[in-house]
């Protein structure tokens, strides 16, 4: 499960941030807890609608991905701070990220009230129908005289405390559970796998499904090639030097801008076959013409996935390769420095030396797999005699029960769905 | 005459609050003098370690401490007071405190029909925390909801009925005010408690 935790507070030195890193340390076995600050966000003014700004689109996207959210709010003046007001507003006015968003209320403040008030106020403007948030109900975890509640190493030193939040935490994961299935589908806008549209980089008057579309199009926008400098984020770097580097990659990648047009791969003209099949003449085409019929509706959904900011990177295995490989395809979201979506970065990797390599050089095997992983732990499994030495043994087993299945279950979801 | 600092609770170039304490400013002319204060050029509030309070801070500030009282009006963003009236507030409850015993009298208008009635809840509870410690007129709800609609091209308040609601309340405070001078029990503690109190301490 993947939450987010925001801090309702901008100062440096928050105890509601303590208190969100303790809840991230010790939780991982329940979630993946992502802490969010809302230092960058400026003060909401409807008639200086920054909505689109980099710091608001971050947290919009951040939150849209989350299962659900953790806010963690101070107390000024007895309600919440004007800076995690003003993310709300933000988020109300004409984007709706907390639309039907799990959300967990707790915090912290110096005195014993421990920001109850503060937690009211938050509990109404959650429930205003622009934010529109399903707020846990009951559950208030309000941690007092907080400048003596933590020891030295960031612990929750009274153990009745910290019990309760855990209490607090599990509840919140069904809660989570309980909140999805309330949720209306929302179908997200259809992809144009042609390519019709025309982005601000579109190279126009090329047929984008020319065998030659590379020297055309290259040849119409006088693209630069061989000693030329190119000033890169950050340093330069000759054409050639960048073809060098990218094709020194120890993985294959594929750039499709947000017109959802091939654009580059970086296998080189002379290779035989690349893993993901890619070839020459295939660049420039729409993404509907580099995919089988049957393939079109599951690229469609990561298309809208990544567009839609709903998740950052979805991998999927592809198996055919047979058994002495194991490889990835990530498809993987970019975006410029205002977090529009700008394309997607297929990258496709065996990960099976990787695995081999990390396994012969901390002289560890996989082990204790269940049929869910089998696919990941016969690839890799070893002739050699399982380890005497009772710590390394202990964590091998760790890894593999923490990590596989996690693995597992995110290529399940990403190729389950329609 | 008694002198009142109005306080538009929002940052936006268009308000209907503001609109509403212009027509105040006006209709009650020849019973006190009401001061428009803006505070859309505030800072986002940052809790300045050496308690230097920017220039603009410090002059809204030193005019809330020379008025007789304070209208606050809010509209209602969230079911609560905009992140830019709390803001102010946290600005005019640090360093100086210069709402400590101040009169306020509260209104509110909203596009829809409840006319910020939470959010002047809300904002009742936070003029009551220990730094901002503000003597708020009991009972003396102002609502104007509907307030795209609420004012002709002179920018006056066109129900008569709502007008002679407000004169009375505006009324009602100037007694509040002359009332809370008299309250002094307490004002040396409260000014004491409050010059004492920090966050840091407690």
Not at chain 1, 90 to 115: C, E, T
Not at chain 1, 153 to 163: M, P, Q
Not at chain 1, 203 to 232: F, N
Not at chain 1, 270 to 284: C, I, K, N, S
Request: aromatic share 8%; proline share 5%.
């Amino acid at each position: 499960m993947k939450l987010v935790g925001i801090v309702g507070s901008n100062s440096d030195q928050s105890y509601n941030r303590l208190l969100m890193k303790y809840i991230a340390v010790h939780n991982g076995d329940l979630f993946d807890l992502e802490i969010l600050d809302t230092k960058d966000i400026p003060l909401f003014n409807q008639s200086n609608d920054q909505t689109d700004s980099g710091p608001i689109q971050f947290m919009k996207r951040k939150i849209e991905q989350a299962d659900g959210v953790i806010i963690a709010t101070p107390e000024h003046n007895h309600t919440v701070p004007a800076n995690l007001k003003s993310l709300i507003e933000w988020l109300s006015f004409k984007i709706h990220p907390l639309d039907n968003k799990p959300v967990l209320i707790i915090g912290a403040s110096y005195y014993d009230q421990g920001s109850s008030r503060a937690q009211l106020h938050l509990r109404q403007i959650m429930e205003a129908p622009g934010v529109n948030a399903i707020v846990m109900p009951g559950n208030e975890f309000l941690l007092a005289e907080v400048k003596q509640a933590f020891d030295e190493f960031g612990e929750i030193k009274d153990a009745k405390t910290s019990e309760f939040l855990q209490v607090t935490l599990r509840k919140f994961v069904k809660f989570v559970h309980v909140a999805k299935a309330l949720e209306e589908p929302k179908p997200l806008p259809k992809e144009d796998l042609n390519a019709t549209g025309q982005i601000a980089t579109t190279i126009p008057d090329v047929d984008m499904r020319a065998a030659d579309w590379v020297e055309q199009a290259a040849k119409k926008v006088q693209a630069v090639s061989g000693d030329t400098y190119v000033q890169l984020d950050r340093g330069i770097l000759t054409v050639d030097q960048i073809n060098y580097l990218l094709s020194s990659m120890p993985m294959e990648l594929t750039y499709a801008d947000s017109n959802n047009e091939f654009l580059y791969y970086n296998a080189g003209k002379e290779q035989a076959g690349t893993l993901a099949g890619r070839r020459p003449d295939q660049v420039g085409n729409p993404l509907i013409v580099c995919h089988p019929a049957k393939a079109l509706k599951n690229v469609e959904w990561v298309l809208q996935q990544l567009r839609a900011g709903k998740q950052d990177v979805i991998r999927i295995h592809v198996p055919k390769h047979g058994p002495d490989k194991y490889v990835v395809h990530s498809y993987q979201a970019m975006h410029d420095d205002q977090q529009r979506y700008v394309g997607l970065n297929e990258y496709v990797m065996d990960i099976k030396p990787v695995i081999d390599w990390y396994l012969q050089q901390t002289k560890q095997q996989l082990v204790g797999t269940t049929s869910t992983t089998a696919a990941v732990a016969s690839a890799s499994v070893k002739s050699e005699p399982v380890s005497n030495d009772a710590v390394a043994s202990a964590s091998v087993k760790n890894e593999a029960a923490t990590t596989t299945p996690a693995k597992a279950d995110g290529v399940a979801s990403a190729s389950v769905k329609p | 005459m008694e002198n009142f600092v109005a306080i538009v609770g929002t940052n936006s170039v268009a308000s209907t609050n503001r609109q509403l304490l212009q027509f105040m400013q006006r209709h009650f002319a020849d019973q006190a003098k009401i001061e428009l204060i803006e505070i859309a050029d505030l800072p986002m509030f940052d809790k300045p370690a050496d308690k230097k309070l920017p220039p603009l801070v410090q002059t809204i500030d030193a005019k809330i401490m020379a008025s007789d009282g304070v209208i606050i009006s809010t509209p209602e963003y969230d079911h609560s007071v905009p992140a830019s009236l709390s803001n102010a507030l946290a600005w005019f409850s640090y360093g100086e405190h210069p709402f400590v015993d101040k009169p306020v009298m509260i209104t509110g208008a909203s596009y829809g029909s409840l006319g910020s009635s939470r959010a002047q809840s809300h904002l009742r509870q936070i003029l009551d925390a220990p730094e901002l410690r503000a003597r708020i007129m009991p009972s003396s709800e102002f609502l104007l909801g509907h307030s795209l609609t609420a004012f002709d091209e002179q920018g006056n308040l066109k129900d008569q009925q709502q007008v002679a609601k407000l004169a009375g309340l505006f009324a009602d405070f100037l007694d509040f005010v002359k009332l809370t001078n008299q309250l002094v029990h307490t004002k040396k503690i409260n000014q004491q408690e409050v010059q004492n109190f920090s966050w840091d301490k407690i």
